[in-house]
Structure formats: C-alpha cells, structure tokens
C-alpha cells in the first residue's frame, strides 16, 4: 500500500488522534513519522492501523535523497515538534521546529501536496495583542517562551513568501484527552489532576497572582482532543481553507470549572487546594485565553464543540479510568 497521507508527530497527542479519526474513515494508507524514544508514546500507535512508520531524521534524509519515493503523498499533517512551553534551548527549537517545516513545507507546494501544520495560540504571547488568526498584525506578536517564538517564526515566513495562501497554519489551545500520557509534565490538568485526586483525593490549582483575577478564575480555552482533530480534517478536507485558523471552542472557562468537571466525572465532591504559582513562571503566565473562531466559522464549519462536562467525562470515564488508548474501543 503506497500512503498517501503524511502524519509526521505522529505518535503524539493529536497526530494519533488524526490516524485514529482517519482510520474511522476507513483510510490506513497513511505514513507516520515521530521521534520514538523510551517513553511510552509507542502506545499512541499499537491500536492504530497505517502503512509505514519511519524515525523522524531518517524521514528527513528520504525526503532530501529520495524524494521520488514520496510521490503517492497528496496530504501532509505536519503534527511533529517539539511541544515544551518550558523548553530552554532555543537552537534546538529553531532547527526542529522552524527548519523542518520550512523544508517539508517547500516539499509539498513544489508538488501541489495538501499541507497543514501546526502553529500554536503560544504564538499569541500574554494574549494583550488580541487572539485573531487574521495575519495583517501577525509582526507585532510578542510571544513568551521560545517553543511559541519558534512557530510564530514559520508563520511569519510562510507569509513573508506568501506560502499561507495555498497552506494551512492550526494554532491549537489547550487541546485535552486521551493519548497524553507520555508528556509527563505537558500533559493537561485533568491527566495530572485525575492523578492527584487518587492519590489525595484534591485537585491542586496555582492561586492567581493578579488582582483582578480570583483564584482558580484564570481562563483557558479548553478543547477536546476529538473536537481539535475534526476541525483539523475539516481544514485539510477544505481547498479553500488556508492561511492561519484558531482551532478552540471560543467559549473560555476557568480552571475551577475544569477541576470540578472532573470531581463531577469520577462522582466526588470537589476539593480543591490552591498553591502559589512558581516564581520562574509567573511572568510568562497567561490568564485569559479565548479562540477568535469566526475564520473557522467562515470556512464551513458550524458543529458545536461538545461541552467541557461532556468532553471530560468521555476522557475520565472511556480511556482514565479503563487505562485505554484512542482506537482500543475500535481495534
């Protein structure tokens, strides 16, 4: 079987819920590529089906050496990056998340290849810019950490050569659920809270360190892995789609609403214990995150986004709890 869908990152959070949803669709003819290390992210892909895996670098050299044997590839879902909002190491960045693109990138509008990556709502900095996906004042975001620099670095190139008008650019939000496990400190709240409530029975949130935010009313713009992954398809399924799009609900809610969610989910009363934020991220904290949607919306998308209730109790109850994985309720 020659593939011909391209999911590089994916054996991690949202590549593998791209193979999954598209294994759903009943298509397999899909090559997947990621960094396989000695975490359990292998976990991601056993109860998935596709044609081919290859590392990472070793796709990068066949891409350089023998690009003729890509030549069945008409989609790319370019998943693959490094994700860490803590990550230090800037060059490392620069090379794995903006040269990479850049040469996959160039690959596919050489062959007219459909090509969507992953940007981030990381790119918007402290969110004081605004959160519009639009890119007439993409130059003057300011983002906070080097992971959100080094996107907001590919976004700003694919504009410069005017790439965003046959690609598409998904700046993700808090994007939660099932196959998360292997990022160990990057995984959402409710992986790390879900482990915190077995073992004591409370949730622990950072107090809010501005005045006019209460504790635990900090607000993200929470959505759900399964709902991330069907604008995505939508996006890559629509030839008219390109340029940069929020990928969120548009509709925020504090971390006290996610926590109780989750006591509501395992049918616990809520508990929650507020902590002081770390002093080395308390500049770099965001307390208001909201996707401007209405290019989304003016795509052709028009499916609600299932409720953050909804969305943590299928979490919970479908893949915490019974330890599983996305595609083991299909495999």
Partial sequence: MSPSILVTGGAGLIGSAIINALNLRGQEDILVTDVLG?????????PLRFADYQQADA????????PESLDSIRTVFHLGACSATTETDAGYLMENNFGYTKRLAQWALQRGIRFVYASSAATYGDGTLGMDDGTVHIETLRPLNAYGYSKHLFDLHAKRYGWLDRIA??????????????????????????????????????????????????VRDFVYVK???AMTLHIADTPTANGLFNIGTGAPRTWVDLATALFAALGRKPDIEFIDMPDHIRNQYQYHTCADISRLRASGWQTAPTTLEDS????????????????????
């Fill in 227 to 229: 709902d991330a992954v």
């Fill in 59 to 66: 796709f990068l050299d066949r891409l350089e050496c023998e």
């Fill in 312 to 331: 943590v109790s299928d979490y919970v109850r479908n893949y915490l709890v019974p330890g599983k994985h996305l595609g083991d309720e299909t495999a």
């Fill in 38 to 46: 000695k975490d359990a992210k292998w976990k991601n892909l056993s």
């Fill in 169 to 218: 650019g998904i700046k993700y939000f808090n994007v939660f659920g099932p196959n998360e496990g292997h990022k160990g400190e990057m995984r959402s709240l409710v992986s790390k809270a879900y482990e915190q409530i077995l073992e004591t029975g409370k949730v622990r949130l950072f107090k809010s360190h501005r005045p006019d935010y209460k504790n635990g009313e900090q």
